[in-house]
């Protein structure tokens, strides 16, 4: 499991996480709403030990991220991350940019990077593009491939940030397909996302966030049918 611990950061002057307390349990889905610049995609970095952070702890099924004796490499194979846009490696075929990080990071023989490419990029509906560049896909596709990049490294958890902000709306189902089959699958996961009616669905709990404080979090039917928090009630009413 994720246990976050009265976690602080600041950029400078400016304090973006506020003493956060979120545990996502083996399994969970949560997703994470909230305005812009409110410490969503700061929160995501920190866990996966992107980001230093100034107080409180982060623990990955018991290691703490941002202690000094910690391999960060080791324990970031353990946590997926796919963010609004991944630059892929233009000259590489599909097979051949999911394979990468296998081969590099863990040290797979060819052909089971390979086989596990192949596995995964069939997992999210590409098995027709394994020899496709890059840049002849459509941003859905080259996001359904970065989700199976993050997949190839057998994560135990995905962090997503906004997947799906920088697609066409016509792009858009497809993508947040991808993420429900996911979670049906019980890959523990969070999703920071704008798309309300994907968190409503999918999560098994929703957090708000408001000027890096966590200001909310409950059961989706909760949190959307009866918020509590003024600010979450102004935010939600902006985004129906
Ligand atoms: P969100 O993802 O909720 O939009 P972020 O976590 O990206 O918010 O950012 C929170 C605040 O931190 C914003 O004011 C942003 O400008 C600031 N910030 C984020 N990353 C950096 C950075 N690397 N250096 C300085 N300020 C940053
Ligand atoms: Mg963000």
Redesign the pocket.
């Known amino acids: 499991m994720i246990e976050i611990q009265n976690v602080r950061k600041s ?2 002057s ?1 304090e ?1 996480l506020k003493g956060i307390d979120l545990t996502v349990q083996k399994g969970e889905v949560v997703t994470v709403i ?10 995501l970095t920190c866990i996966n030990g992107l ?1 230093p952070i100034d107080s409180g702890r982060i623990l990955v099924d018991g290691t703490e991220v941002h202690a000094k004796a910690t391999n960060l490499n080791k324990l970031r194979q353990k946590i997926g991350i796919v963010f609004q846009q991944w630059n892929a490696f233009p000259h590489l075929t599909v097979l051949e940019n999911v394979m990468l990080a296998p081969r590099k990071v863990l040290g797979m023989a060819k052909s089971e990077a390979e086989a596990m490419a192949v596995k995964q990029l069939t997992h999210v509906g590409l098995a027709d593009k394994l020899k496709t560049y890059p840049s002849r896909m459509s941003g859905g596709q080259q996001q359904r491939m970065a989700i199976a990049r993050a997949l190839a490294m057998s994560p135990d958890y995905m962090l997503f ?1 906004e997947v799906t902000s920088a697609l066409d709306p016509q792009l858009v189902g497809e993508v947040l397909d991808t993420l429900r089959m996911l979670a049906s699958e019980g890959m523990t996961m969070i999703c ?1 996302t704008h798309e309300m009616k994907f968190a409503r669905e999918v999560s098994d709990r929703v957090a708000f ?1 408001h000027k ?1 404080v966590m200001a909310e979090i409950a059961a989706p039917a909760e949190l959307f049918g009866a918020p509590k928090d003024p600010e979450l009630q102004k935010f939600l009413a902006a985004t129906h």
């Open positions: 950029f400078g400016l973006v909230g305005g812009s610049g409110s410490g969503k995609s700061t929160l980001e940030d920071v966030f890096g």
